[in-house]
């Protein structure tokens, strides 16, 4: 009878002991969230209240944020787009831990209800080939760092906050086709060298009435400008000549403003032009005939 408990309580034990080995054979389903996945979620800690409800799909447990909404991964695995337009995020900051996002290619965030400055560290995203923080509450000045996002071809900081000069660094986006700073409250003048971007197609720094000093002439070198809207603004003097070598310009937007002196007939040269806005200004002189 002892011999036959003894065997029984030996075979538990073995069965026992079989069992956790074949529990620590299991395989495990614990995933780390990916760098980029830690570094979106920044967006939701930097939120003022709860998070959108808009964002069910971000779920931290998940190895990689690629299916989550609004995300776009690279076949490695690596965020390459974040595309959250019209979403209400409430955020009190754009969180600086986006900059680590180094594959990333486009970042639309507009009309998502963020507030405070635009992070310098932005200007780290190399890969970059459109930044849209348009129709938020950014405030503080464009950073210079901006001038270093080497891919950029579209730039829109449009109706928002933003005070202080246009970073001449700007210049430096030499793939830039698109640059709207438009409704801000940027004060300064245009900087002469964003004549040397040359891939530039619309330019509107319109409604931001403390923008001052005259229209460089070096904006003449813009061939492939097909918009330049500066209405709405302080700028003074005369329409440079130099518009004239602007052979693509279809619109050209300068009313309510402060610029002088007579309209200049080598405007008539802009054979595309359709759209040209000359009102309330202080312009004198007769209309040159060569833009009937």
Not at 45 to 52: D, I, Y
Not at 66 to 95: D, E, H, K, Y
Not at 166 to 176: D, E, G, H, K, V
Not at 203 to 229: E, H, K, M, Y
Request: charged share 10%; aromatic share 4%.
């Amino acid at each position: 009878m002892r011999t036959a408990l003894i065997t029984a309580t030996s075979l538990r034990h073995l069965l026992l002991l079989l069992s956790l080995l074949v529990v620590a054979r299991l395989p495990t389903h614990t995933f780390s969230l990916s760098p980029d996945g830690k570094a979106l979620l920044s967006l939701l800690a930097s939120a003022a209240g709860p998070p959108s409800p808009l964002l069910p799909s971000w779920n931290p447990s998940l190895a990689t944020p690629c299916s989550w909404q609004g995300v776009t991964c690279s076949p490695q695995g690596r965020v390459i787009s974040l595309s959250l337009p019209n979403t209400f995020l409430n955020l009190t900051t754009l969180p600086p831990q986006l900059s680590t996002l180094i594959s990333l290619q486009l970042l639309n965030l507009s009309s998502a209800n963020i507030s405070g400055p635009i992070p310098p560290s932005l200007g780290r995203l190399s890969s970059l080939r459109l930044l849209d923080l348009s129709s938020n509450s950014l405030s503080g000045a464009i950073p210079a760092e901006l001038g270093a996002l080497s891919s950029l071809q579209f730039l829109f900081l449009d109706t928002n906050r933003l005070f202080g000069p246009i970073p001449a660094t700007l210049a430096n986006l030499s793939s830039l086709e698109v640059l709207c700073l438009q409704d801000n409250l940027l004060n300064g003048s245009i900087p002469s060298h964003l004549g040397s971007l040359l891939s530039l197609q619309q330019f509107r720094v319109g409604g931001n009435a403390f923008l001052t000093g005259s229209i460089p002439p070096q904006l003449g070198l813009l061939a492939n400008l097909t918009t330049f809207g500066a209405a709405a603004t302080g700028l003074s003097g005369p329409i440079p000549p130099e518009f004239g070598n602007l052979v693509n310009l279809q619109t050209l937007a300068l009313y309510d403003t402060d610029i002088s002196g007579s309209i200049p007939a080598e405007l008539g040269s802009c054979s595309e032009l359709r759209y040209l806005y000359l009102h309330m200004n202080k312009l004198d002189g007769p209309i040159p005939p060569e833009l009937g």
